[in-house]
C-alpha cells in the first residue's frame, strides 16, 4: 500500500459522550432469589462485574431487593463474600414475591438516586421481565442474553456481545449517550465468581416508597415448579449431546446409554428437537439452554455457532464426528474421527465397565 493511500484511510472518529454522563460511576448487579435461594447466575455476573469494575477503577455493587426477615441481609453479605465492594438493600413486605410493579420502581429509583453506569441481571424469566422494564422507564438502551462483556476505555462504554440473526453472527452493542448501560447474560455463560468469606464491604439501605393500594397486580398463592425428572441441563457436571449426525431417532437410544452410564443428563441440537427425537427442554444452544459443564461429549454434533454459543464455555469438550472438517472439532478439546454409531457403544462399555471395577474396589 502507498504512503498516500495510506493516508487517505478514515481516522476512527472519537465519540463526545455527553458530560452529564460522568456523573455515572459503578457496576451494579442485581442478586435474583427466591424463597431463600438465590439464583446461581448472580454470582456468576458478580465474577464478571468485579472484572468491569476493576478495568473501569469503580466500585461493584450488588443490589438486593426483597420482604423484611427473608434473609436479605444474609445475601447482601454474600455479595460482598463474592466480590462486591458494597451492596444495596431495599426491604419492603410489598417485595414478598415479585411483581414487576413494584421491582421496577425498586430499582429504578436506586438507579436514579446512585447512579450506576452499569447494570447487570441474569437472563431468566424474572431478570428478563425485569430489565426491559427498568430499561424502558430509564430510557436506556439494553442487550439482552449477552454472551460476552467487555469495556472500552475510550468512551468508557460497555461493549455487549450477542448472538444475532438467529446465531450465525456475533455483534458487539454498545449504549453511549445513555446510563446506565444495562445487560442481560444466561446462566452459565460466565464462570462463577470466587467466594471470600474475609472480605467485608458497606450496606445501604434505601426504601421502596410504595403502598401496596398502588401496585394492580396481587399475589393470590404460590405455586412451585415441579422439576422432578425435568432436565437440569444448566447444572449438569456432565451432558451428553446428540446431532443430525446419528442419522435417525433410534440411534439416539446411544446418547441415553452413554448419559445412564455416567450419571450425565442428555442435550441435542436444535435440527434432532425440531426433528421430534427428544423434548424442547433438552436443546442446546442460541434458541435452546446455555451450558457450562465439567464435560460435555458432543456426537454427531457438526459445531454450528448456533450450538456452538451454548456449550463452548464446558470444561471440557469431546466431539465425535465422522468428517474431519467438522467446525466443532476447531474448539473441541479433544477429537475423536469416526462413526458415532459405532463409537458411542464402545465408550458406553468401557465407562461400564471401568466404573463396575471402580466400585468393587471401593
Known amino acids: 500500500m502507498s504512503q498516500d493511500t495510506e493516508q487517505r484511510k478514515p481516522a476512527r472518529k472519537k465519540v463526545e459522550l455527553d458530560p452529564k454522563l460522568a456523573a455515572y460511576k459503578g457496576v451494579w448487579v442485581f442478586v435474583e432469589h427466591e424463597r431463600g435461594h438465590v439464583h446461581p447466575v448472580s454470582w456468576e455476573l458478580m465474577g464478571e462485574g468485579r472484572k ?44 414478598k414475591d415479585y411483581r414487576n410493579e413494584p421491582f421496577t420502581k425498586g430499582l429504578t429509583d436506586l438507579v436514579n438516586t446512585y447512579q450506576p453506569e452499569i447494570l447487570l441481571i441474569g437472563a431468566t424469566t424474572l431478570g428478563r421481565d425485569l430489565a426491559g422494564s427498568v430499561a424502558t422507564t430509564l430510557k436506556t438502551g439494553l442487550t439482552a442474553d449477552c454472551t460476552e462483556l467487555a469495556i472500552d476505555l475510550e468512551n468508557r462504554s460497555l461493549a455487549a456481545t450477542r448472538p444475532t440473526f438467529g446465531g450465525s453472527l456475533l455483534c458487539t452493542i454498545v449504549t453511549l449517550n445513555y446510563r446506565p448501560q444495562m445487560a442481560t447474560v444466561r446462566p452459565r455463560v460466565m464462570a462463577m465468581a470466587s467466594y471470600d468469606d474475609t472480605r467485608t464491604g458497606r450496606t445501604i439501605e434505601h426504601p421502596l416508597g410504595m403502598i401496596e393500594d398502588m401496585i394492580i397486580t396481587k399475589v393470590l398463592e404460590y405455586i412451585p415448579d415441579n422439576l422432578q425428572g425435568k432436565p437440569q441441563l444448566a447444572f449438569a457436571d456432565i451432558i451428553v449431546s446428540g446431532g443430525r449426525g446419528l442419522k435417525k431417532p433410534e440411534n439416539f437410544q446411544l446418547i441415553w446409554d452413554l448419559a445412564k452410564v455416567l450419571g ?28 457450562r459443564p465439567k464435560l460435555y461429549i458432543a456426537a454427531g454434533i457438526s459445531g454450528a455457532i448456533q450450538h456452538r454459543v ?13 468428517d474431519p472438517n467438522a467446525p466443532i472439532f476447531d474448539f473441541a478439546t479433544y477429537g475423536i474421527v469416526g462413526n458415532a454409531m459405532v463409537i458411542l457403544p464402545a465408550l458406553t462399555e468401557a465407562f461400564r465397565q471401568h466404573l463396575s471395577t471402580v466400585k468393587l474396589a471401593g
Open 310 to 322: 451454548g456449550m463452548e464455555d464446558s470444561d471440557v469438550i469431546i466431539a465425535i464426528n465422522s
Open 264 to 291: 450425565a443428563e442428555v442435550g441435542a441440537t436444535r435440527p434432532v428437537v425440531q426433528a421430534g427425537w427428544v423434548e424442547a427442554d433438552r436443546q442446546v444452544g442460541q434458541s435452546g439452554k446455555t451450558v
Open 52 to 95: 468491569l469494575a476493576d478495568k473501569l477503577g469503580v466500585e461493584l455493587a450488588g443490589i438486593v431487593m426483597g420482604a423484611p426477615g427473608e434473609e436479605t441481609r444474609q445475601f447482601c453479605s454474600e455479595a460482598i463474600r463474592f466480590g462486591a465492594d458494597l451492596c444495596y438493600l431495599m426491604e419492603d413486605v410489598i417485595l
